[in-house]
């Protein structure tokens, strides 16, 4: 059924407009975080990288200027049947504290564990994007996601 809605969407839509199919979907769970500059600065004197804090028990994430980036988080799964949860993250550019924000490039997910009986689980992730490293200059934002991938969510 998803599916199907997503492709009606997408057909239905003006030309030049897209839409990331997890902006639509209200069960993933977000927390934005503006970016905090980190000590590391290259030899030109530049930031190397840098750092979210996505508040208590949300989880932080960093990304550097040549695309690395890094998430981590703690994953509640309510229930005794077994459900699978992946975290992503994703960065963008927007006004203080993230609001407005417009999104770079759709998120990426990192993790994917399974997750039974009421587990809290960290989810720890590190990935590379390279065109991340050309557009480092512009993210003053993240966004982490958890999402149900399949199971008793």
Known sequence: MRLVVFALTAFLMPSGCTLAQDDEDPAIRRANAPAVPAIAVTASGKTDRLEFDFGRNRGKGWVARKGELYVETWVQ????LCATYEVGIRF???DPGCANAQW????????SRVQCN???VQHIGVDTEFQLGADFDQITCAQRMIRCASGNC
Do not use: Q
């Not at 799964?77 to 005794?80: A, D, L, R, T």
């Open 118 to 120: 009421n587990a809290i």
């Open 77 to 80: 799964h309510n229930g005794f």
């Open 104 to 111: 770079l490039a759709p998120a990426r997910y990192v993790t």
């Open 92 to 94: 963008g550019h927007g």
